[in-house]
């Protein structure tokens, strides 16, 4: 019955039209939108220490793939003196509690990582720009996303993202340009992409500029006035 449609992504769009039957007409593609004065390169940073430093944040939930983000840190973690910090879940004073934090905790104690891998529990979406712009690397494996809010804001704050080619970090990240798209559930290509960045900060700052570049397009003034300019269009058609 609806005059127009926002979705958020092509993948929206498929569904939208597939099993549901919209017609294609009255569907508007228009994203996710990103703080641009919170989520920028410049600002505090979590503190850091002499290691290269790796960041996945998302909730403790298995299609997050974060034992892909484990299992791959794990290859490349000795060689690199690389750490891992990952944020979601319960409060930290609540992880030991969290029964996937407790399976995470062990598999990392399994590849002789712990000593490497921090978990931080929940960080407040305030803080999150710091903890993003402390990060060499943004890395996420879920198995299935629908949108990549947060590889975006890693974007923004000009850190290169590594991500699986599924759902909307399909079209937010810009394969070796903004960061590097892997397949879903596959530790030994995320291990891969980590290699290359770690390597060679060159193309980490070439990377992270391009996605704070790049980030302008998911500007909420950006997002909002294609809502408007989607309402106006209506109205006039009326």
């Not at 850091?48 to 403790?60: A, E, F, H, I, P």
Request: charged share 20%; aromatic share 6%; glycine share 8%.
């Amino acid at each position: 019955m609806a005059d127009a449609i926002i979705a958020l992504t092509p993948e929206e769009v498929e569904y939208l039209t597939g099993p549901n039957g919209i017609p294609p007409s009255k569907i508007t593609t228009i994203p996710v939108g990103v703080n641009l004065d919170q989520f920028t390169p410049h600002g505090d940073a979590f503190p850091r220490n002499d290691r290269l430093r790796v960041v996945t944040v998302g909730r403790m939930v298995p299609r997050k793939g974060v034992d892909t983000v484990i299992e791959g840190f794990a290859q490349v973690a000795e060689t690199f003196n690389a750490e891992l910090l990952i944020a979601g879940g319960p409060a930290r004073d609540a992880l030991s509690a969290d029964p996937t934090v407790r399976r995470l905790h062990d598999l990392a104690r399994k590849l002789d990582v712990d000593t490497r891998t921090e978990f931080l529990g929940r960080v407040s979406h305030e803080r999150v720009p710091e903890l993003l712009r402390s990060a060499d690397v943004f890395v996420c494996a879920p198995h299935y996303e629908p949108f990549g809010t947060a590889a975006l804001e890693a974007a923004a704050c000009g850190i290169p993202v590594i991500a699986p080619a599924v759902g909307g970090l399909r079209h937010h990240v810009q394969d070796g340009r903004t960061g590097t798209l892997i397949p879903a559930a596959d530790p030994d290509a995320l291990a891969a992409a980590l290699v290359t960045l770690l390597s060679n900060s060159r193309i980490r700052g070439d990377m992270g500029a391009a996605g704070a570049a790049n980030a302008f397009r998911y500007s909420w003034p950006a997002v909002t006035g294609q809502i408007l300019a989607l309402y106006r269009s209506m109205l006039k058609h009326r």
